[in-house]
């Protein structure tokens, strides 16, 4: 069983839909999550971290569930600029420094 | 603002030679990170290092050495170029802690086909 394991896609949906990505880990000890976003062409940064009491910023919610072991996000009104692949990261047990990527889920958003 | 830098967004090599892939952090950051991205199989890690001369095997180090002399300046080699390392190599860094402060800065990526 692969660390972190997203859901490839590609999501393809239209201007202002809200769409919904999971990603489940298998380390029950993982530290914290993040999203990371990445265009095409260009490297990963980091969108937002993922709180067990979930976090807002704007269009964007992400949430985790320790006891499913999954992490989502959510992003409501989807605009073109959206599109993007997003990578779900696991820090996992011992601090290390070294961070999980999942394989990354590819959305585009059409006019 | 930080920076990752790396030497080269294109490179072409042939098979069997060196390879040099340089990566350069300008935030005193203390980790460092290569990594190697295909499509399907997403982000693998090469080589980490911690602290200066101080490295560590990554998920796939097989055909790889790293060097680590200074702080901000983390070096990927590759001994003799195969076809199969054709791929696109991001370098990232880090601070030491917790939580957030594990955010890894990558640089822009290289991209280095291996004829």
């Known amino acids: 069983r692969k660390e972190v394991e997203q859901d490839p896609g590609p999501f393809n949906v239209p201007e202002g839909a809200t769409v919904a990505f999971n990603c489940t880990y298998s380390?029950?000890?993982?530290?914290?999550f993040f999203w990371y976003r990445q265009d095409c062409r260009k490297e990963p940064k980091l969108l937002m971290s993922?709180?067990?009491s979930g976090n807002e910023d704007g269009r964007f919610t992400a949430q985790l569930n320790r006891a499913s072991q999954y992490i989502s996000l959510l992003i409501r009104d989807s605009k073109l600029s959206d599109s993007a692949t997003y990578l779900c990261?696991?820090?996992?047990?011992?601090?290390?420094?070294?961070?999980?990527f999942g394989q990354g889920t590819t959305l585009q958003v059409k006019p | 603002d930080v920076k990752v830098t790396q030497s080269s967004r294109y490179l072409v090599k042939r098979t069997g030679e060196k390879v040099f892939l340089e990566c350069v952090q300008d935030?005193?950051?203390?980790?460092m990170f290569w990594y190697r991205q295909d499509p399907g199989l997403g982000l693998r890690l090469i080589y980490f290092?911690?602290?200066?001369?101080?490295?560590e095997k990554g998920d796939i180090p097989e055909g790889y050495s790293v060097s680590r002399e200074k702080k901000e300046r983390f070096s990927l080699i590759l001994e003799s170029a195969s076809t199969n390392q054709t791929s696109m190599y991001l370098c990232?860094?880090?601070?030491?802690?917790?939580?957030?402060?594990?955010?890894?800065?990558f640089g822009p990526g290289t991209r280095l086909t291996v004829l």
């Open positions: 990232a860094s880090s601070l030491v802690g917790t939580g957030d402060l594990n955010e890894q800065f």
């Open positions: 380390n029950s000890a993982s530290q914290s």
């Open positions: 993922v709180y067990s």
């Open positions: 990261v696991v820090n996992p047990p011992g601090n290390t420094g070294k961070l999980i």
């Open positions: 935030m005193d950051h203390e980790n």
């Open positions: 290092s911690y602290d200066v001369k101080m490295k």
